[in-house]
Nanobody, 124 residues
């Protein structure tokens, strides 16, 4: 079993920054890609960003590119999402996810493992 726990969410004014963290624990004896998803009020959950095990490859949606940065520290079993220049439309519950497969599991699929989510609220 793999557990993911997010932290770092909160209330911030437009233009501000937050850094989300995701600690992975449990049976992590395999190389896993990580990703972030979000679900805004009345919206479907959407993919935000992903990163491979080595960190050499990342991807993100157009609306956050240049503002959000995904990273990871495998020594700490932790992934991060640095969010800068936040906008009210970034308001959502943000979920961390992990899967063996970067593209089919995270970017284009449904990850096998999920965190419980952390709320990010951006005020105008």
């Amino acid at each position: 079993q793999v557990q993911l726990v997010e932290s770092g969410g909160g209330l911030v004014q437009a233009g501000g920054s937050l850094r989300l963290s995701c600690v992975v624990s449990g049976r992590t004896d395999f190389r896993y890609a990580m990703g972030w998803f979000r679900q805004g009020p009345g919206q479907e959950r959407e993919f935000v960003a992903a990163i491979t095990w080595t960190g050499a490859t990342t991807s993100s949606i157009d609306s956050v590119r240049g503002r959000f940065t995904i990273s990871r520290d495998n020594a700490k079993n932790t992934g991060y999402l640095q969010m800068n220049s936040l906008k009210p439309e970034d308001t959502a519950v943000y979920y961390c996810a992990a899967d063996r497969n970067y593209r089919s599991g995270i970017v284009n699929g449904t990850p096998a493992f999920w965190g419980q989510g952390t709320q990010v609220t951006v005020s105008s």
